[in-house]
């Protein structure tokens, strides 16, 4: 009767401490108080109070190694969950991009169709540009199908001309930009010439940095000034000397 008193007496005791120090952390602490009474029956009913006492601070610890393997099945959940939303935001913006892709290529399709249709029937003057990397004046690769396409329409009417406009970004020197503007202009003509554009079709123009686009300078206006306009229009006649002894 006397060892079943201090058996019941020290149960009491552990557990209304424990509940008072885990009290912000009910799951833990219930664990803890799980272990600790299993730990104080099982001593006292090998050894006594002593036993009990020995029993209820291995059954905290058994609450312990409990609580964390509970954390940490609950941390391995979360990860879980947290590669399925990463694969899912991949998944969506993946799906974004290659509709993004599809539209700018068939608003450039579109494009080209409308140069290709003002070229056929050409009364007014037709206007385009092509843009160009920082201190570059290599063609992009991308430029080549609009070329053509102006190339084409030079060769089928010989009744027009082109007029190549170079320009450069307002950053670094200023005939340095005026001879980059003009190699500009040369690498568009000599790519029309090679298609077969005759250079009697072909007036050049280089003004460097002098006619930028938007009078804020900025990275995104710089791109934009870093251009060649092409201008396609009707040959101007040419006044002979008979004609203007006429007048």
Known sequence: MKKTLITSALIFAFSTNLAAAEIDDKRRAKNELVGLG?????????????????????????GDDYNDTKNLELANQEINENKQSLALLEKEY??????????????????????QTELEQIVAPVETSIQF???????????????????????NNE????????HSDRRGDQSY?????????????????????????????????SQPLDEKQSF????FDRRVVIK????????????????
């Open 133 to 155: 990397k920082t201190a570059s004046h290599n063609l992009q690769p991308h430029y080549q199908k609009q070329l053509d396409i102006i190339a084409q329409s030079l060769l």
């Open 159 to 166: 009744n027009t001309q082109v007029v190549l406009e170079g």
């Open 177 to 209: 930009n005026e001879a980059l503007s003009e190699q500009r202009v040369i690498s568009v003509k000599n790519y029309l010439k090679s298609q077969g554009v005759k250079s009697n079709q072909i007036q050049s123009l280089a003004f460097g940095e």
């Open 38 to 62: 299993s730990g104080v029956l099982i001593g006292a009913a090998i050894g006594g109070p002593v036993g009990g006492l020995v029993g209820g601070i291995f059954g905290v610890v058994m």
């Open 94 to 115: 993946e799906e974004a991009l290659l509709l993004a892709n599809q539209k700018a290529s068939q608003l450039e399709q579109v494009r080209l169709v409308s140069l």
């Open 232 to 247: 396609i229009e009707a040959k101007k006649p040419v006044l002979t000397a008979a004609a203007d002894a006429q007048h």
């Open 220 to 223: 995104e206006n710089d791109f």
